[in-house]
């Protein structure tokens, strides 16, 4: 056996593989300055108490994340496959999916958020009810994140990795800069929303580099309809206080019905559809 096998080594695969891969270490960098540069600016202008709250609030919006995170890592490979296969098919049925996505993970924004609120008041003490405020704003920057990891796709299709690292240390320092001005005036609330809007600067310079080599189609219209009406649901759901637990769980249960029912029946991407193929006895 020993004559049948040999070592080797070719710097030809070495190279290619660290030319895709190495680019990623910077993007890591990057994404370290999304997770602590606002705590750390925080702690030279800001209350302790008020950085523990948004921790906690981060916790909180971390269950959307995993989900928006999960999904994301089962749909590359096969963004990737289908790429490799032709790649004006895939762009096209992406399409679809990422109208979908945006649908379905809009609505579920409103319905944890508003969830969330009515869970904090129910089952933590007073002094946790301030962190409530941030939970919508940094689970809207994961919404973000996850559009962007659909554009993000497609780069990495098309080995540009060194592209990746260039948005996340923008986006990062970026999010420094709006912290150092911000979190002084405004206090934790800040770091929120600029967590919000790097995330969506990654988002719009992932789209904008992937034209150069790898177009996605985005059904812009159908997106900025969903987000708003969302964002119209959310604003009139955090509105609803009548001093009664149950009565404010069945008003926002409502309006998180309103909100389903509206997006069934425009069926942005296929919605419909898709959400039939889930059923049992249908196919995927």
Known sequence: MRAQVSLAFRWSM?????AYSIPIIPHSLGGLLFMYS???????????????????????????KLLEQSFQHAIGPTFMRESKADRAAARDR???????WTALYAFLWVALALLFKEAIVLLLAPSYRGCYPFVPVLMAGYLFQGLYGFAANALLFEK???WVPAISLTAGLL?????????????????AWTTFASFVVTFVMAVALGRRVYPL???????ARILGAAL???????????SSLALDLAAKTALCAALAGWLLWIDPGGLRAWLRGWLPGRNA
């Open 160 to 162: 540009k990795t060194h």
């Open 232 to 242: 119209l649901a959310l604003l009139l759901g955090m509105r609803i206080d009548t």
């Open 14 to 18: 070495f190279r290619e593989a660290a």
């Open 38 to 64: 606002g705590k750390y600016v925080a702690s030279h202008f800001v209350a302790i108490a008020s950085i523990g709250l948004y921790e906690f609030a981060d916790k909180l919006a971390m269950v959307y």
């Open 217 to 223: 189609r985005f059904e812009w219209g159908a997106l």
């Open 94 to 100: 992406f399409a679809g999916i990422i109208t979908r």
């Open 175 to 191: 999010n420094v800069g709006l912290n150092l001005v911000l979190l002084p005036r405004f206090g934790m609330i800040a770091a």
